[in-house]
């Protein structure tokens, strides 16, 4: 029996030899690389940069991505016909030049002579190719709706017509004629969006259900390439040598950990280990100070719905009183403290500039201030038309972090400001509450929108009557009269159509169909030597393009 | 033996059918789709793409397939990770998850063991109650704390190991310490209780009397008796340690199978909820199945073909 006992012993210890083993192996295979690293042409300082991920790359595939990680690493290693520059204006990519039909609907792209990272040219088929997958029904993109402008594109992608019948074609190997259904006056920073880029036919389909998944059953044509993915663990972006602009990359090497836990990503800046790195709230007080602390703002706008099948909400007044009733400032100073704005508008500052080059924000300014004594009058007056003294709301929440401190924080502050209001909160998961919205089961409900292109238009079109992300019930024939224009007859005066957004805006919050919460921000801690990383308003946060260690 | 195994080994499929198959129906109560990008899809949009996946079919329709698929061996594809199969998704990640698991789990027994039989033999002295007040620290003490303040003070403060991250031996040892608190903590306290009982027993007396010395009666006689109970609670920590752990493999920046359950079901990934479901099962079927044969290993009392019918 001791002999048993004593094999099951011995056992164990040859399976943890056995496991140290492989971890052993990982680390000569690194050693290894490192090894082959060329040597530097001895610039003042090694261009590495350390950064921190927040997940796996969930996807390589630039029809299928949706998330903000994949985007942000196809941004680097892929190139569309344009892509945004340091000042976030469209730059030629892929593209060398373009002409546009004196209608503005028909564009014709010249290709420079850009390469895949195998050698082979980037051709207008590439294009064509990619933009038809990503409409094909059968590919189940969940961003194929970014594609509609294009001619037959919505019929392509609800399986009307043949993908071949979808506006793009190219006429030879360098040129791309692109047919829009109506001349956006944005079409060329849609065309930095990742669903715009173009794929490589004949890669994509020798790699078959593998393309995308690793690092080489991907072909890339950006800044960098992607040299090595260990899945859930780190990624590495080396310096694309390929690449047309490729004097311009000064980064040799960005190297990517996974790193979920913000507490472990600020203790691996602190030990040198990560470049930049994000702040969670708690974590905004303690580094304020620092002069690597930093903070920049999204277009990301947070706002409460609210549903006008509800009687009470169905009163102008009330919804007036609750968009007026409760402090934003001292929302993001005190829950969300990370450089985020308290916003008394819809459409986002520093987002877009119009055909007059101002800001959006310069047009309308504060719509809807806090105001806790306007709001009291609104509610009193709402009360009366209602003739009822007490009324209970019910907030419809999910369950992150943030979500359910300002939750506590909105039904606090309504209920202190607005005499004779209850307000339930009702916490669901995240799903959950996007699915009761569309189904308008909900009385107010904690929402959020960011852009998906570079015009107004991505926000103010949501309110349209009956319009799939509406979903408060409200329908206003002049608002829609304008969007409509603003889409179709007004396109050939830009600055008509400009104006007709900014009168449209005026409306929803006049209305107080929405109470605008705040302009989301975040907060980071970049080190002092690191520069020229550019931040993008919309479709992937970041370019390394331009970034340098100094 | 063999009789029993084979025995054994269809109910285990049993047990597994039915787990597949409560799950299954249990996901798709779930509220929410699985798409990635729901709230920007108008309805119409979101059912082109449910359609693409077969998810507009009926449920039972749907459990049909996934069975089938099931039998052939193919877990699907995830949503979250578009097009990656779920078997490589498991597979990529469970190698660091059962390292640190195994780490833990054999550091973890053995310094358990010790203080639980030290303890014991000291009993009601200095030692002892060191022993205890350690083990329901241990115990009480969550392990994201105890990561925290290791990963803080042993890695920031003294930067003795590395913060974060999977890239050698090194790398592994503040993990394995966070996971093993626990492990060290709950068998140190069920040794002590199985050690006082066993030593205060007949044979041990006999065994003394014989003129044993102490060393050997406290791990010939009395250890190997006390062990039972340990290797009940240790199959299925062994699971629980080894299919990745959510909170540590965070805080170090583990590359395990850890946070995937939890996210897929999140994100509503029903191919990966399925998949993990099904492996973690299986491998805690397996474990129990090995618990058994172990019992017959160390107590020759315990015989499985023994009792014959």
């Not at chain 1, 420079?112 to 050698?119: C, L, V």
């Not at chain 1, 790193?259 to 800046?269: C, I, Q």
């Not at chain 1, 509800?310 to 009733?325: S, W």
């Not at chain 1, 705040?518 to 992937?540: N, S, T």
Request: net charge negative; charged share 20%; proline share 4%.
């Amino acid at each position: 029996m001791k002999k048993k006992l004593s094999i099951f012993f011995v056992l164990l210890l040859v399976a943890s030899m056995v496991l140290a083993a492989c971890g052993g192996k990982k680390e000569e295979d690194k050693t290894a690389n490192e090894g082959e690293k060329p040597a530097q042409e001895a610039p003042a300082k090694e261009q590495v940069l350390n950064l921190l991920e927040t997940s796996e790359i969930p996807s390589l595939d630039s029809t299928l991505a949706t998330d903000s990680v994949s985007f942000r690493v196809m941004n680097n290693v892929f190139e569309g016909l344009y892509r945004l520059d340091q000042n976030n204006e469209p730059t030629p990519g892929m593209a060398e030049s373009y002409e546009v039909s004196e209608d503005g609907k028909v564009y014709t792209f010249k290709l420079r002579d850009a390469k895949w990272s195998n050698g082979e040219p980037v051709t207008a088929n590439d294009f064509v190719y990619a933009w038809r997958k990503a409409l094909d029904p059968n590919t189940g993109a969940e961003y194929a709706y970014i594609m509609y402008d294009i001619k037959n594109a919505e019929e392509v992608n609800t399986g009307k017509v043949p993908v071949d019948q979808l506006g793009v074609k190219a006429v030879d190997e360098k040129t791309l004629q692109v047919e829009l259904k109506n001349p956006i006056p944005y079409f060329l920073s849609l065309l930095a969006f990742p669903t715009f880029y173009p794929q490589n036919e004949k890669f994509v389909k020798e790699q078959g259900d593998k393309y995308g998944l690793e690092a080489n059953t991907t072909l890339y044509n950006g800044p960098f390439v992607l040299s090595e993915w260990k899945h859930e663990q780190s990624f590495q972006l080396k310096k694309n040598e390929q690449y047309w602009d490729a004097q311009t990359v000064k980064l040799e090497t960005i190297n990517f950990n996974i790193v979920k836990d913000v507490a472990t990503g600020v203790n691996l800046y602190e030990t040198n280990k990560a470049d930049r790195v994000g702040l969670s709230a708690e974590f905004v007080d303690k580094y304020s100070s620092d002069k690597n602390f930093k903070t920049k703002s999204e277009p990301v706008l947070f706002f409460i719905r609210m549903n006008q099948k509800n009687e009470v909400l169905k009163n102008v007044n009330a919804r007036k009183a609750i968009a007026m009733g409760f402090d934003k400032e001292a929302m993001v100073a005190t829950i969300l403290n990370n450089g985020s704005k308290a916003a008394n508008y819809f459409v986002p500052e520093g987002f877009v500039t119009g055909p007059n080059g101002k800001d959006f924000r310069e047009e309308n300014g504060d719509l809807v201030k806090f105001n806790a004594e306007e709001a009291k009058k609104y509610w009193e007056q709402a009360k009366k038309e209602l003739g009822k003294d007490k009324v209970t709301l019910e907030l419809l929440n999910y369950d992150s972090e943030s979500a359910k401190k300002i939750g506590e924080f909105l039904k606090e502050q309504l209920e202190t400001n607005l005499p004779g209001l209850t307000v339930n909160i009702k916490q669901q998961p995240f799903k959950q509450k996007l699915d009761l919205e569309s189904k308008m089961q909900y009385e107010l409900s904690f929402a959020g929108w960011g852009p998906d292109y570079q015009d107004p238009m991505t926000f103010i079109d949501m309110f349209v009557t009956n319009g799939a992300h509406n979903q408060t019930g409200w329908s206003n024939a002049e608002y829609d009269k304008l969007v409509q224009d603003a889409k179709t007859t007004l396109l050939s005066d830009l600055q008509a159509r400009w104006d007709a957004m900014v009168k449209a805006e005026k409306i929803l919050l006049d209305e107080a169909v929405i109470a605008p919460m705040y302009q989301r921000g975040a907060a980071y801690l970049e080190r002092e030597y690191v520069k020229g990383i550019v931040d993008h308003p919309f479709g992937p946060d970041n370019s390394y393009k331009w970034a340098y260690i100094e | 033996m063999a009789r029993y195994t084979l025995q054994r080994f269809i109910y285990m499929l049993i047990t597994l059918f039915i787990i597949a198959t409560a799950t299954f129906f249990l996901m798709k109560l779930l509220p929410g789709s699985p798409l990635q990008n729901q709230e920007k899809l108008s309805p119409e949009q979101q059912q082109i793409i449910l359609e693409k996946y077969g998810l507009n079919d009926p449920v039972p329709v749907q459990y049909i397939r996934y069975l089938g698929n099931l039998a052939k061996g193919d877990l699907g594809v995830s949503f979250q990770y578009d097009n990656r199969p779920v078997t490589q998704l498991i597979s990529d990640r469970i190698g660091p998850s059962a390292q640190l698991g195994f780490q833990a789990l054999v550091f973890g027994t053995i310094v358990g063991i010790l203080l639980g039989v030290i303890a014991a033999v000291r009993h009601n002295t200095a030692i002892d109650y060191t022993a205890t007040i350690l083990a329901v620290l241990g115990i009480s003490i969550p392990s994201f704390v105890f990561g925290g303040l290791l990963q803080y003070y042993i890695g920031v403060k003294l930067k003795l190991l590395p913060v974060a991250f999977w890239e050698g031996f090194e790398y592994t040892i503040m993990p394995t310490l966070a996971l093993s608190v626990f492990v060290i903590a709950s068998i140190a306290r069920f040794m002590r209780t199985e050690m006082l009982e066993v030593l205060g027993s007949d044979y041990i007396l006999t065994a003394r009397a014989k003129g044993i010395s102490g060393f050997g009666v406290i791990f010939k006689h009395g250890l190997r008796n006390a062990m039972i109970p340990i290797i009940t609670i240790l199959g299925p920590m062994a699971v629980n340690l080894m299919t990745g752990t959510l909170v540590i493999e965070q805080i170090f920046a583990v590359p395990g199978l850890g946070e995937q359950f939890v996210r897929s079901i999140n994100l509503n990934d029903y191919p990966v909820i399925m998949g993990t479901t099904i492996f973690y099962s299986a491998l805690f079927i397996l474990v129990i199945f090995i618990v058994d044969l172990l019992y017959g290993l160390i107590d020759p009392r315990i015989r499985l073909a023994g009792g014959k019918k």
